[in-house]
């Protein structure tokens, strides 16, 4: 697919950039969303999120409809939101049955003109060590229902070659009520890692 394309040459970029994932939150910037709002992402929407590093999305039933964030429902193409310079932003997508949280520094959504909704959310995670690495994956499979055996038997085969190279896509999780996907990108010898999490409506 096209835009799986693009963002595994986007995780490449982040493999080189100097962001590290941190377990602890980060201090949201004062102007953050009222108790209960949510974000839109027109140009206005953007820049609060940018501000605020904050960033919550209604997908409780199940889908993310274009016009619920302020865009046209015609509209073929999703937003970026880049604050890899300014520091990372707390994301929240409130889910049929949970919810989706991480500090990110990069979101991407995709769609088409012949869809109301998003087809997709993307976003970024970075571990500098195989042992953070793990630590990403396994609350992954804690919190979105990521199949475990699968991610367990990735970890083990990384850990006996500790400098390799591996791309590898844990079978997704489905029990906050959307598909949680962890697409791996790992390079031993660089140090630096990357999980591209994709939100997808279920069906």
């Known amino acids: 697919m096209p835009c799986r394309a693009a963002t595994a040459a986007l995780a490449c970029a982040l493999l080189l950039s100097a962001c590290t994932w941190q377990s602890g939150r980060q201090e949201a910037a004062p102007r953050s969303l009222a108790v209960g709002a949510y974000s839109s992402l027109d140009e206005a929407g953007v820049a609060q999120v940018k501000a605020s590093r904050t960033l919550r999305l209604d997908m409780r039933s199940g889908r993310l409809e274009k016009t619920a964030v302020g865009l046209d429902a015609d509209r073929d193409f999703g937003p970026d939101i880049d604050t890899r310079r300014t520091g990372k932003l707390h994301l929240v997508i409130a889910a049929p049955t949970g919810e989706v949280s991480d500090d990110t520094d990069y979101v991407r959504f995709d769609t088409s003109a012949s869809r109301t909704d998003f087809r997709e959310i993307t976003y970024f995670l970075t571990a500098p060590s195989l042992k953070e ?25 990384v850990e ?20 949680v996907n962890y697409d791996l990108r790992y390079d031993g010898a660089a140090g630096k890692h990357v999980v591209i999490v994709h939100i997808n409506p279920i069906g």
Not at 143 to 154: H, P
């Open 160 to 179: 006996t070659d500790p400098q390799t190279r591996s791309s590898f896509s844990i079978t997704s999780g489905t029990s906050t009520g959307v598909s």
């Open 133 to 157: 690495l793990s630590a990403v994956v396994r609350d992954g499979v804690r919190r979105y229902g990521i199949d475990g055996t699968s991610a367990e038997d990735w970890i083990a085969s």
